[in-house]
């Protein structure tokens, strides 16, 4: 099995679960490609309080953004992972930006979303379908204080796999 982990992280908090779930999954025999969306210009802190990234996130749905690695859509993968920090209820403006772009591209893709709360993954994945036209499989939720806490982490994970598992009609 073939996966794809798309992300972009503004904190560093979605790019230490990217790194987390990487290693996870290929601990379990998948094989797994990382990337990173890099908006082509960063937001600065305060980040809630910058005007760029309020009317990129909320009017525009985007900016421009490269991808690192470049190749993402060159390789064939059974899934793609795309993981972004939660912005005003929303994906963050460079992953919105990236499924505009790429998501009807991606075959089967899982959102994987990383926020302070608990988020409603309906409400992201309404929004999702709305903008891009493309319904993901399913929204998963990770909280910043899972990601801290590794036994909580590692029951996250864990149900990853097993999501991505049968989503993929594979059985272990």
């Known amino acids: 099995m073939k996966l794809a982990i798309v992300y972009y ?24 490609n990382v990337y990173k969306v890099k908006p082509l210009k960063e937001y600065s802190p305060p980040l809630h309080l910058n005007p760029r990234l309020i009317i990129d996130t909320l009017i525009k749905k985007g900016t421009n953004i490269l991808l690192e690695p470049r190749d993402l859509l060159n390789e064939k993968y059974d899934m793609v992972i795309v993981a972004s920090p939660i912005w005003f209820n929303r994906l ?14 991606f075959g089967r893709f899982v959102i994987l979303i990383v926020s302070q709360l608990k988020i409603n993954c309906n409400t992201i994945l309404k929004k999702v379908v ?4 493309v319904e993901p499989m399913l929204c998963i939720n990770i909280t910043v204080s899972e990601i801290r806490d590794k036994t909580m982490l590692m029951q996250r994970l864990e149900e990853l796999v097993s999501i991505v598992n049968k989503a993929l009609g594979i059985l272990r």
């Open 130 to 133: 709305e903008q891009i036209h």
């Open 92 to 105: 963050s403006s460079p992953i919105q930006e990236l499924l505009k772009k790429y998501g009807s591209m």
């Open 9 to 32: 992280s503004r904190t560093g908090n979605t790019e230490n679960l990217v790194k987390m779930s990487s290693e996870y999954l290929k601990s379990r025999g998948i094989e797994v």
